[in-house]
Each structure stands twice: as C-alpha cells, then as structure tokens.
C-alpha cells in the first residue's frame, strides 16, 4: 500500500530551511531534475550524480523534512516530487527562481564541477 | 578615505553560497532591512535586533563574502547595501522572492521568534 512519508504541511514550511535545504549542489541538482512536476523514483533522480544510497537517501530526507519535496513509498519504491504548488503559494517565486538558477548555462558548470569534486 | 570591502565579482557569485548566506533568521532580517538598496550603516541596519557587534560583524561578512551586500568603510564607519542588480543578472528574480516572502505577514512572526530565540 502507497503511503505518504512525513512532511510538513504548507503553512508549516519555513523559508529558512528551504533555503538551508536549496544550499547544497547535490540537492540543488535533485531539485533541478524533479522539475519536472512528475513523481520520479529516487533512483531515477540520483541517476549519474555518483553519490552512494545512504547519500541520496540523506539528501531526500533534507528536502522532504524542509517541505521541499512530497515522497511516496509504494512497496519497494519511493516516488519523489517537487512541492511547486506550495512553496509557490507560501514563498512566490523562489522555487521558480531556484529551478530557473540552477537549470541556466551560468550555473550548470560550477554545479558539475562541485558535485564531482 | 572611502574603500569597498572584498567582495565576490558578479560573475563569481554562486547560487549555493547565495542560498546558504540567506538560510539565516537574523541574515533574513538584515536582508529585509537593507531591501531599500539605500546603503545603511551597519549600526543602523543591526538596530533592535539584539545581537552582538561580534555576531553582526559575522552576519555582514557572510553576506558580503557570498555576494549578496556590498560594504564600504568611510572613515570608522561601514556602509551596506544589496548588489540587487548583480543578484538579479545572475539569478532573475530570487532575491526579490525571498524579500517578499521574509517581508510578509507568513514569514513576519516566525522571523522575529527564532532571532529572540
């Protein structure tokens, strides 16, 4: 049975730790492919960064707890996406601004090089 | 004789170290202060706060060394103000999203409970 894993509710999303969990190249570029909108699988998402489950596993914990992202265990599988709808309603624009950041040619080789450095 | 403190180029300011320096409740605040982009002396920005000239000093220097403020020290006093521009060339729109979500009624309470805190 799907279950959703525990995650602040919109109100209770605060700015500062949504940006503590933003401040992070590996997180940022987790954020960057879960835009997406669709749910993808954890696996899917961490696919090519190089970084270990227990890793990838600590990052989508930061970002869940943050209010960043929603996860769905089904079975074996866990389905991670972004919370756009919310953090648009509680923070406008950042998320946005962020994912628009982070995707743009200006950021994408400091983000390669930090995440394998 | 007036001299700018050391800060980042705009083309060397980094999301990450932008993010991390705003993932602060007083940062947050300074930030919010500043947002007339008038440069405040240090002194005036940090007023009723209740920090310490130790911890400001600390604050100003994040802020100034991720690229977000700009110092200039004239005489024995330090002006600040926000590179606004320089932030919204190299990431549209993300300061002005997070000035407006910590100058908002959401954010407003939780802000003042965690720097008394």
Known sequence: ?????PQPDR???DLVSVLHALADPV????VRRLATDAPLSCTAVVE???ITA???SHHFRVLREA???STR???????????SADLDTRFPG???SVVTAVGGPAYSATSVREIHS
């Not at 265990?73 to 919370?83: A, K």
């Open 1 to 5: 049975m799907a279950r959703t894993l």
């Open 11 to 13: 109100e209770h999303i």
């Open 27 to 30: 997180r940022l570029e987790l």
């Open 48 to 50: 090519g960064i190089g």
């Open 54 to 56: 227990s890793t990838a």
């Open 67 to 69: 209010g960043v992202t």
């Open 73 to 83: 265990q089904d079975g074996r599988i866990r389905y991670v996406s972004l919370r």
């Open 94 to 96: 950042l998320l946005a």
